[in-house]
């Protein structure tokens, strides 16, 4: 008899790959997936512990779903992710409706929790402190995968311990997937259909520099623009210390790469910065995105930033504003400052009241749509290659794609075209979106 489970993510595309991982164990004991905890069997949070609000989200997620446990009796609940990691067995003292726990190192124990529950009726949480290399191989069914495009962890963990960052404790060290595994999993993907890798990592620029046998981040760049039926390449998250002119000149070299790059800042002031632990000031930052525009004059840039990091001035704050208006970021992700137990930053005095993180964060993001409104209005006229991904959301006789820098395009057309690459006018400019019409 099948088993229906329930799976809810938070946070970022790592953890979204990993749930993909969690999926593929449970399907092969027989679990599928519903789209209703009501139907569930099994609910699995895969939480995310990067910024307060994340956190809350899931108990306040666990204090809903109690409901169904009392119509339910033996609907299990279980929680995984960067939550699970911090908390381990702390987490049934939070909230009694939680059943088991792990924490991404220990995907591979579910099996295991799931027993324990079910036949010894016991709570249990499963956790390692350190990262485990061998959870990194559990790659997801490839028939799992939806759409045309594919994430592949590169990486693990991070070692750069930013001072407001929680994810070096609940991730663990930095480890880096063998290459030679990272290139059979892309065939195995494109044999399926897959047209658009995205290579996953915390800080993809330092891969395989702990290795000496192993590839740099560039060079597993050229092997994996070599492989056969692949259209395009990304990657997330570069850190601005790392990024390297071997990969400023990937962007030039190769085809498949595509002309964009995540490349978060969090402050544009060197005193924050430093207190950040960052490892760059702005004009080093600076210096790196002018030599990309350089080089390849028609990319685009995406980033993070944080407001309201403890002791910052409103003069801080506008060398951030400064920072934005040069370098004219097609997307921005701002988040204000929370303070993460076990960060150096938890620790540091001056904490910026809320009302002050609220209003800074307002004036950047009012700052920030006008320049990517500005930005896709510049697109008109232009004509752009798009990779079409499926039919539109809003407009089912309309396909949707997105161009090489990033941004989505919608534009009228036929289903056949799902998964090549179209040559597409822009017609019109949008605050998050393009429209267009086939050359
Ligand atoms: N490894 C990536 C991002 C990791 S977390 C990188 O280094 O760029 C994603 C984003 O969350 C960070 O870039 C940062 O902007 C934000 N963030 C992390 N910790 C935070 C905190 N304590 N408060 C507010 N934002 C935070
Ligand atoms: Fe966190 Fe910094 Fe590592 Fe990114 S590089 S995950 S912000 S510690
Ligand atoms: Fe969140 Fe963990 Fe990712 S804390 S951002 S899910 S690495």
Redesign the pocket.
């Known amino acids: 008899m099948t088993k229906k489970v329930y799976i809810k993510t938070?946070?970022?595309?790592?953890?979204e790959y990993d749930t993909l991982r969690i999926f593929s164990i449970l399907r092969r004991m027989r679990y599928e997936k519903v789209v209703e905890p009501a139907d569930a069997d099994l609910i699995l949070l895969?939480?995310?512990?990067?910024r307060q609000k994340?956190e809350q989200k899931l108990y306040s997620l666990i204090g809903r779903l109690a409901r169904f446990k009392k119509k339910k009796k033996r609907l299990i609940i279980g929680v995984g992710?960067?939550?699970g990691q911090q908390e381990g067995s702390l987490m049934f003292n939070k909230s009694p409706y939680i059943d088991f726990v792990f924490g991404?190192h220990t995907i591979d124990k579910i099996p295991e929790l799931l027993k324990e529950v079910e036949e010894n009726h016991k709570k249990k949480a499963f956790i390692l402190d350190k990262s485990d290399p061998s959870c990194l191989e559990i790659t997801p069914f490839p028939e799992l995968i939806e759409g045309i495009k594919a994430y592949v962890t590169i990486m693990q963990g991070c070692d750069n311990f930013c001072s407001y960052c929680?994810?070096p404790y609940?991730?663990g060290r930095e480890v880096s997937r063998p290459s030679k595994l990272i290139i059979k999993q892309i065939k195995e993907l494109v044999e399926k259909g897959i047209k658009e890798v995205i290579l996953l990592g915390?800080n993809v620029n330092s891969y395989g520099l702990k290795d000496n046998n192993e590839l740099t981040f560039p060079q597993l760049l050229y092997k994996v623009n070599n492989i056969e039926g692949l259209k395009r390449i990304r990657f997330i998250t570069s850190h601005p210390k790392d990024l390297s002119e071997d990969l400023i000149m990937a962007f030039k070299d190769l085809e498949k790469l595509c002309e964009h790059i995540h490349l978060p800042f969090q402050s544009g002031s060197n005193r924050i910065l430093k207190l950040m632990n960052r490892g760059y000031t702005r004009e080093e930052y600076l210096d790196k995105i002018e030599r990309l525009k350089e080089l390849k004059p028609d990319i685009s840039f995406s980033a993070d930033v944080i407001v309201g990091f403890p002791g910052e001035s409103e003069e801080d704050f506008s060398q951030t504003l400064d920072l934005i208006q040069r370098v004219q970021f097609d997307q921005l992700y701002s988040f204000q400052y929370s303070p993460r137990k076990g960060t150096k930053a938890a620790l540091l005095p001056d904490e910026v009241d809320p009302q002050t993180k609220n209003k800074r964060l307002q004036i950047l993001q009012a700052m920030q749509r006008k320049i990517s409104i500005q930005k896709n209005i510049e697109k008109e006229g232009k004509v752009v290659e798009v990779l079409v991904e499926g039919r539109s959301k809003n407009d089912i006789n309309e396909l949707t794609g997105r161009t090489r820098g990033n941004k989505i395009v919608n534009f009228p057309g036929k289903i056949e075209w799902i998964g090549s690459i179209k040559k597409v006018k822009i017609t019109k400019g949008y605050a998050n979106s393009l429209r267009g019409v086939l050359v």
Do not use: D, H, K, L
């Not at 938070?10 to 953890?15: E, I, R």
């Not at 895969?46 to 990067?50: F, I, K, L, T």
């Open positions: 938070f946070g970022c595309q790592m953890n895969n939480s995310c512990s990067v994340a992710g960067c939550v991404p929680i994810v609940v991730r915390q």
